[in-house]
């Protein structure tokens, strides 16, 4: 599958030629991550920070940015990452995996030696998981090359992957000389890494066609993708179809639709028609296999699924769409096909969710719309002081009740949405 690559460097995204020269750059970094996470995983690298211009504090201009984009996706990040500290904040702040380049490597190293800055590599496992690891591994005409690809080191390609293996989940590879080019990748040298290791391999620099892709990923590669999507030389849609096993699924794909808040809604089945009419429509579409015709789910009820991402599964043979439901989902008028309620489980989501319309559309007799921001303060302090002063299982749940309640209100009031709480409470988890 594509991952797709937003590179800062001025605290603008760009794209470089050899990781040098300056072809491109723009300034709707938010807008490029919402629509790659349709498709896949992000990856986002601050090329300042891997060329050392950094201040005191180890920020550089693109930092502010790059903190802004690390929730907003299922995201990795890279560039400079030269302490286990700053990977440990890089995490706590939501990327998904932290990309290791020039730090893996000792700054004199040649093959034969021991190459690997394994002090270093030993304690950022320790600190934040192997699986969390994903270390660069980019080559000049064979050869490792570090320090924002201005230096190369004497260690061939594979001799290096074998070694670094043992520190990480997956393996970044960049063809340094084919960057940007859009010339097409060094296909025998993937291949020779892709058959060193045993871990996930992602192949970058030169790739430039949906055939390219499909051929990297029957091969085991997934492809990071930057110069061919900004210049609209490959598509993301044509991608994502292209990767799927449809030989082994004889044309028809598995797939799952689960809610924002993680609640299965229904299964399907799609051919790459439906598939298409998906990433176009961004409503979830379906081909019956009963009728055998093509069907978007809510076209007769207006019950629509509105797409936020689509995820293929680790053999490309179902897929996970993550939707928003307008309506029940099951023809029974349940809101999943796997129960019989009618309405979305209560989760403090929804009740945000309630709280919002109540707001934003009053009605006759709501006691959600009068309370003002100073009302709304004193009745948390009431509340407060009652939930400390119950007893018992159902007194403390009812008065724990009234007080998340009234918390919400206050922080839709405030703009704080549930979502930015736990993320703080899982950036505070993963910082220690």
């Known amino acids: 599958m594509v991952i797709s690559s937003i590179d800062l460097k001025d605290g603008r995204v760009v794209q470089l030629k050899n990781g040098k020269d300056l072809v491109l750059q723009r300034d709707d970094a938010d807008e490029l991550i919402s629509e790659f996470d349709l498709y896949g995983e992000v990856a986002v690298i ?16 693109n930092t502010a940015l790059l903190k802004s984009l690390l929730r907003k996706g299922n995201v990795r990040t890279g560039g400079g990452v030269r302490s286990v500290k700053r990977a440990r904040e890089l995490i706590s702040l939501g990327a998904e995996k932290v990309i290791i380049g020039s730090s893996a490597w000792k700054a004199d190293a040649k093959s034969g030696e021991d190459f690997l800055n394994t002090e270093f590599l030993d304690e950022l496992v320790n600190a934040i998981g192997k699986q969390r690891i994903i270390i660069s591994v980019d080559a000049i005409n064979g050869n490792i090359a570090v320090k924002g690809w ?25 063809c340094v000389e084919k960057e940007g080019c859009m010339g097409g990748t060094d296909v025998t040298l993937v291949k020779s890494l892709r058959e060193a290791v045993s871990c996930r391999v992602v192949a970058a620099g030169g790739v430039s066609s949906v055939e390219e892709i499909q051929a990297l990923e029957k091969i085991g590669c997934d492809v990071q993708l930057g110069m061919a999507l900004y210049t609209g030389k490959v598509s993301l849609k044509d991608s994502f179809i292209s990767c799927l096993n449809w030989e082994k699924t004889e044309g028809m794909i598995p797939v799952i639709a689960q809610g924002v808040h993680g609640e299965v809604l229904m299964t399907g089945y799609a051919n790459k028609e439906a598939f298409e009419k998906t990433f176009d429509s961004k409503k979830l579409t379906f081909w019956s296999r009963t009728r055998n015709v093509l069907w978007t789910k809510g076209e007769t009820s207006g019950h629509f699924l509105e797409v936020k991402k689509l995820r293929a599964d680790c053999d490309r043979d179902a897929v996970l769409a993550t939707v928003i439901p307008h309506g029940g989902v099951c023809h029974t008028g349940s809101y999943t096909c796997f129960g019989s309620d009618p309405d979305e489980k209560s989760s403090l989501e929804r009740l945000y969710d309630v709280i919002e319309q109540r707001f934003a559309n009053p009605k006759p007799g709501s006691y959600t719309a009068t309370l003002d921001a100073k009302r709304v303060r004193e009745k948390i302090e009431e509340e407060s002081e009652e939930l400390c002063e119950a007893s018992g299982k159902d007194e403390v749940t009812w008065e724990a009740a009234d007080l998340l309640y009234f918390v919400s209100v206050l922080m839709y009031k405030e703009g704080v949405a549930w979502k930015d709480v736990l993320d703080e409470l899982d950036r505070r988890h993963k910082e220690k």
Do not use: M, R, W
């Open 46 to 61: 601050d090329l300042d920070a891997a060329l050392g211009h950094v201040d005191k504090k180890g920020n550089t201009v």
């Open 150 to 174: 201005t230096e190369t080191l004497s260690i061939p390609l594979v001799e290096a992957a074998k070694a670094a293996e043992k520190y990480c989940s997956e393996l970044l590879f960049t």
